[in-house]
């Protein structure tokens, strides 16, 4: 995988904007992964927790095509486990918000059938809705 | 002396055993819980953008609900207390959004609102000893894995109800309705939440291991106190081919469901029904042990 660094991009708009969303410093990870190794999804994950901010940092807007942020299941693990304090859920919220403002939503109500939709408690469905959808 | 309750979407539908429970233990223990005259769900997710006020309307008009109400609400749900106490702190943070929130909604949230989770009353206004005191079916040789999940206590600077990584506080309230609290390594590990509807293949597979590692430490259940872990725990046993759930399936109980049992309270108040593993067999057992105890 080729990935083009340039300052310009780091200092950039996609940066700016994730920033701006997240309230979170994206310099501050020094990439100590601790943040992958809590994450209780990360085997199921195309690319870690510790990548995808490493991506964001350098202004590589190809994250936003990683599966990570749908897979995230906001449990705060990293957070509460990020020596640099900063908040990766916020982070991977903002980077979902901007893939749906650009392609649409993620999960729409109308793929939740009754079979599968009918027996869950209703905040998983309120949840998942609101995470992955506008 | 009542308290006032908010009890969300779930707790009044689909895990009415929880809220059923907990409302006859809170009676019991002379705390009974009243309903906030209104209320709506509290959104099930706390916005995580800096600038989404929008979702921040609903769990705001719950505490200015709560003001009106005294100022106090409890809640059982894990997900309505995370998401009620992180919109606290958020407005408390940005006065400006509660501001804009306050306008938009017409209903004014002041920014003095309490918000608890029942545990939390039970461990700080009950106190666990007094929670013995009221024990008349104590719960000796039962082996119960507490398992905590994620929202009820992360991020812990926001929260502050128990320590995030090695809690106690479903320890203690195993220990004080006289079962025997198993550690064991999957107590904070998150069982998938909502991915059940996105991924559901994710949390099945996080919710066997959580199960697995209770089983191996010795757990005959676990307790927790989130209607969605418990139906991940709980259906993750249930197998693909359609067949009864195994011989060592382990039922998933609310905590308020087994201090219902050893608070000596009716049947009807446990709340048991929708389990997919059937708690009945192990309360039968306990049954059988205390009936034991007192014929020798």
Excluded at chain 1, 92 to 113: N, V, Y
Excluded at chain 2, 185 to 204: H, I
Excluded at chain 2, 273 to 284: A, K, T
Aim: glycine share 8%; hydrophobic share 40%; proline share 6%.
């Amino acid at each position: 995988m080729r990935t083009r660094i340039s300052a310009a991009q780091v200092r950039g708009a996609f940066v700016e904007q994730v920033e701006a969303i997240s309230g979170e410093n994206l310099l501050a990870c020094n990439q100590c992964g601790k943040c992958s190794a809590g994450c209780p999804v990360a085997f199921a994950m195309d690319m870690l927790p510790s990548q995808v901010l490493r991506l964001a940092q350098l202004g590589d807007e190809t994250v936003l095509e990683a599966d990570t942020i749908w897979t995230c299941a906001a449990c705060q693990t990293c957070a509460s486990r990020c020596p640099q304090g900063i908040e990766l859920p916020r982070v991977m919220e903002a980077l979902r918000l901007i893939q749906m403002e650009r392609h649409g939503d993620h999960l729409g109500s109308d793929r939740l059938a009754p079979e599968t939709a009918g027996g869950l408690p209703q905040l998983a469905v309120i949840g998942a809705l609101r995470k992955f959808s506008q | 002396m009542t308290i006032p309750y908010f009890p969300g979407c779930t707790l009044s539908t689909q895990a009415s055993g929880y809220d059923r429970s907990g409302r006859a233990v809170a009676a019991a223990l002379e705390m009974p819980l009243e309903d906030l005259p209104e209320w709506q769900c509290c959104g099930a997710t706390f916005p995580l953008a800096t600038d989404n006020s929008m979702a921040l309307v609903a769990p705001t008009r719950l505490l200015a609900e709560a003001e009106r109400a005294g100022g106090h609400v409890t809640t059982l749900c894990a997900i309505c207390f995370h998401v009620l106490r992180r919109t606290q702190v958020a407005l408390a943070e940005k006065p400006e959004a509660l501001e804009r929130i306050n306008w938009f909604t017409e209903t004014p949230y002041e920014g003095g609102a309490r918000v608890s989770h029942f545990l939390g009353l039970l461990r700080d206004e009950v106190g666990w000893e007094g929670v013995t005191a009221r024990v008349t079916r104590p719960l000796a040789g039962l082996k119960v894995a507490p398992y905590y999940g994620c929202l009820l206590l992360r991020p812990e600077r926001e929260i502050g109800l128990d320590d995030a990584e090695t809690p106690t506080l479903l320890h203690d309230c195993l220990a004080a309705l006289g079962a025997e609290a198993v550690s064991f390594p999957y107590e904070v590990e998150c069982c998938g939440a909502y991915l059940s509807v996105s991924q559901p293949e994710l949390p099945r597979q996080l919710s066997q291991e959580i199960v697995a590692s209770a089983r191996a430490h010795g757990a005959q259940a676990l307790v927790t106190a989130c209607p969605l872990c418990q139906y991940n725990l709980d259906s993750a046993q249930r197998p693909q081919n359609g067949e009864g759930v195994a011989a060592n399936a382990l039922p998933i109980l609310y905590f308020t469901q087994l201090m219902a049992v050893a608070l000596g309270l009716e049947e009807e108040s446990w709340g048991l029904e929708g389990h997919v593993v059937d708690p009945r067999p192990l309360f039968e057992k306990i049954g059988d042990r205390l009936r034991s105890r007192l014929e020798s």
